[in-house]
C-alpha cells in the first residue's frame, strides 16, 4: 500500500467500499460458486447437456447475436447521421435514442408484444403483406433485443466519431481518394473497434435479457425459450440444482463477454491514441 | 454540432473534387437520415406512443380507474419505498468509491473498480436468484430466518437487496471516470491553507462533481423504480404486497386486463421520459461547464 497522499479519508473510504462491495455484491454472488459445488461433475454435464437447455442456449444466444448485428448497422447509421449532419428535431432524437436505457424492460416487452402480435398494428401489417409472425416466434426475441440493443451500439460509436480527425479525410481526399474510398479505406477502419465494442456490448447484454423478452417470445420449450426464463422455471419448480447449474454457466458466460469487452475497448483507447 | 467543418479550404485547381471527397453526396445524405429516423420511430417513438394510446383506449375515466385500484397504489408505494432506500445508499456508497479510488494509489485499483461493475454484467434473473439461494426457504439462511420470523424472499427486503445489487455501479461508475480526470491540486490547496476534510469535500469537491452525481443518481432511481427481472426472482408476485409498478404491469398484462398493465405502464413511461429530459438538460451542464 502506498498511499503518500496528503488527500484524508483513505482508510474510511477503502473500508467503507470493501466492506459495502462484499456485503452487497460479492457475498451474494459468491453464493453461487458454493452452491454449485453441491453438484457433482455428472449431475452438472447431465443438466445442461439436457435437450432443453441446449436449446435455450442456442435461441439467446442466436437471437442475441443477430440483434446485436442489426442494430450495429442501424445504431452505426444512427451515429453517423447523428454526428456528421444536421436535420429538424435533432435534438430531440439525439435524446430519444437513450428511451431503451430509461424505459423499464416490462414495459418495453408489454409494448413490443402488442404491436407485433398478430392483432397489433404492426404485426397484423406484416401478417397480410408477408405472411410474416412475428410475435410469440424466434423473431419476436430478435424485435425485442434490438431494442435494448440500440444504445448500446450509438453511445459507443458516437464519442469516436465526434473524435475523429476531418486531417485523415482531408489527407485522402487530396491524394485523389473519392468519398467512397475515404469511407472504407480512412473512416470505417478507424471506427470499427468502438463498433465491435457496442455490438459485444449489446450482444452480452441480450443474452442475459429477461423483462422485454418473455412477453413477446411465446416461451415454447425448445423453440423459444431464453435461458433466463429457464432459471426462472427451473426455480418454480423448486429445481434448485438445475436453475444453479444453468445460471452459473450463464455467468462465467457473461464475464467472458466482460473480460472481451474489457480488450477491445482497450484497444479503441489505443487506436484513438489515448494510451 | 453542424455539419462535419473542415478546418481549412483546400487549395483552389482541383477543389471541386477533393470537396467531393469530405462531403457525402446528398442523395446519401438524404437517405441515411430517412434510415435512422425511419429506424428510431419504429423502434422507439412508435413503443412510447403506444403505451398512452393502449392506457387510454377505454378512455380517461377507465384509465383513472385502473390508477386508483388498491394494488396499483399498494405498487407504486412499495416502488417508491425500494427507491427511497436503495438509491441513497448506492449514492453513498459512489461517493466513497470514487473517492478512494481516485484520491488515492493503491494495489488492486484497478481489479476493484471492475469488481464495482460486475453488477452490469449478470443477467437481472441471476441477480435475484443468488438472494433467494441466500434467504430463501431452502436457503443458507433460510432455517435461521424461519426461526425468528424474519421473511426477506417474497417480501419487500428481498426486493430492496436484488435493487440495490441491481444499481450498485451507476453513481460510482459516473464519479470515477469525472474525479480521476479532475486531478487533486484544488483539493490539495484547501487542505494546505488548512482546511479539515469535510470541509474541502463539501466547498471543493462537491460544487466540481454535482452534475455528475445527480447525473448518476438520476439513472441509479430510473433503474431502482423500474428492475424487473431481479425483483421478479425474489418478489413471489403477491398482490397488493410485494408487487413492484414493473411487476404490477406484469400481472395485469397476464390476467389480459389491458388498460390496467397501460396504466401501470404509463407511469414508468412518464419517469423514463422525465429521465431522459433531465438526463439532456444535465449533459449541457456538463459540456458548458
Not at chain 1, 72 to 97: D, E, M, Q
Not at chain 2, 61 to 79: G, V
Request: hydrophobic share 55%.
Amino acid at each position: 500500500m502506498s498511499h503518500k497522499s496528503v488527500m484524508p479519508g483513505f482508510r474510511p473510504t477503502i473500508g467503507l467500499t470493501v466492506l459495502y462491495l462484499g456485503l452487497v455484491v460479492l457475498i451474494p454472488l459468491s453464493t453461487l460458486v458454493f452452491e454449485s459445488f453441491k453438484l457433482s461433475w455428472d449431475d452438472y454435464v447431465h443438466i445442461i447437456t439436457s435437450k432443453r437447455v441446449l436449446s435455450s442456449f442456442q435461441v439467446s444466444f442466436f437471437a442475441a447475436l443477430i440483434a446485436a448485428a442489426v442494430a450495429s448497422v442501424f445504431g452505426f447509421i444512427t451515429a453517423w447521421v447523428l454526428v456528421r449532419y444536421s436535420f429538424f428535431g435533432k435534438n430531440i432524437f439525439h435524446a430519444l435514442i437513450d428511451l431503451p436505457f430509461a424505459l423499464p424492460t416490462a414495459v418495453a416487452g408489454i409494448v413490443l408484444a402488442t404491436i407485433f402480435q398478430p392483432s397489433g398494428f404492426l404485426g397484423r401489417l406484416l401478417n397480410e403483406f408477408f405472411g410474416l409472425q412475428i410475435a410469440f416466434k424466434p423473431i419476436g426475441i430478435v424485435i425485442a433485443l434490438i431494442f435494448i440493443s440500440i444504445p448500446f451500439v450509438v453511445r459507443t460509436v458516437e464519442p469516436v466519431l465526434l473524435e475523429f480527425e476531418s486531417a485523415m479525410e482531408e489527407a485522402g481526399a487530396s491524394l485523389g481518394a473519392t468519398r467512397l474510398q475515404v469511407f472504407t479505406k480512412i473512416i470505417f477502419p478507424n471506427i470499427s473497434p468502438a463498433l465491435l465494442t457496442g455490438f459485444a456490448l449489446a450482444f452480452a447484454r441480450g443474452v442475459g435479457e429477461y423483462g422485454s423478452v418473455i412477453f413477446i417470445a411465446g416461451n415454447i420449450p425448445y423453440v423459444s425459450e431464453i435461458v433466463p426464463l429457464l432459471i426462472v422455471i427451473k426455480l418454480e419448480q423448486y429445481d434448485i440444482q438445475g436453475a444453479t447449474a444453468i445460471a452459473l454457466t450463464m455467468l462465467v458466460i457473461s464475464f467472458l463477454l466482460l473480460l472481451i469487452i474489457n480488450l477491445l475497448q482497450f484497444w479503441v483507447r489505443k487506436r484513438s491514441g489515448q494510451l | 454540432m453542424n455539419t462535419h467543418s473542415i478546418s481549412h479550404p483546400p487549395a483552389k485547381g482541383h477543389g471541386a473534387k477533393q470537396q467531393q471527397a469530405l462531403q457525402d453526396p446528398n442523395w446519401v445524405r438524404w437517405s441515411l437520415i430517412a434510415i435512422a429516423l425511419g429506424f428510431i420511430t419504429l423502434f422507439i417513438c412508435l413503443p412510447l406512443g403506444l403505451v398512452i394510446y393502449q392506457a387510454l383506449s377505454k378512455g380517461i375515466e377507465a384509465y383513472w380507474t385502473a390508477l386508483t385500484q388498491a394494488d396499483t397504489l399498494a405498487a407504486i408505494r412499495l416502488t417508491l419505498l425500494v427507491a427511497i432506500v436503495t438509491v441513497p445508499l448506492n449514492t453513498l456508497f459512489g461517493i466513497t468509491a470514487a473517492w478512494a479510488i481516485t484520491r488515492f494509489e493503491f494495489k488492486g485499483k484497478s481489479f476493484l473498480t471492475t469488481l464495482i461493475d460486475l453488477p452490469f454484467s449478470v443477467s437481472p434473473v441471476i441477480s435475484g436468484f443468488i438472494f433467494v439461494l441466500l434467504f430463501g426457504a431452502e436457503g443458507w439462511f433460510g432455517k435461521l430466518l424461519a426461526t425468528y420470523d424474519i421473511k426477506i424472499i417474497f417480501s419487500a427486503p428481498g426486493i430492496i437487496l436484488a435493487t440495490l445489487f441491481v444499481t450498485f455501479p451507476f453513481v460510482a461508475r459516473q464519479l470515477i471516470p469525472l474525479m480521476q480526470e479532475m486531478g487533486h491540486q484544488e483539493e490539495e490547496a484547501a487542505l494546505s491553507l488548512g482546511a479539515s476534510g469535510w470541509k474541502t469535500f463539501y466547498s471543493v469537491t462537491l460544487p466540481n462533481i454535482k452534475w455528475a452525481l445527480l447525473y448518476g443518481v438520476l439513472l441509479c432511481n430510473a433503474r431502482a423504480m423500474g428492475e424487473f427481472g431481479a425483483v421478479s426472482v425474489v418478489s413471489g408476485h403477491i398482490r397488493g404486497l410485494t408487487n413492484t409498478l414493473p411487476l404490477n404491469v406484469e400481472v395485469n398484462y397476464n390476467d389480459y386486463d389491458v388498460v390496467g398493465a397501460f396504466a401501470s405502464a404509463s407511469i414508468l413511461a412518464g419517469l423514463a421520459i422525465v429521465t431522459l429530459v433531465l438526463k439532456t438538460l444535465l449533459e449541457w451542464k456538463q459540456t458548458s461547464r
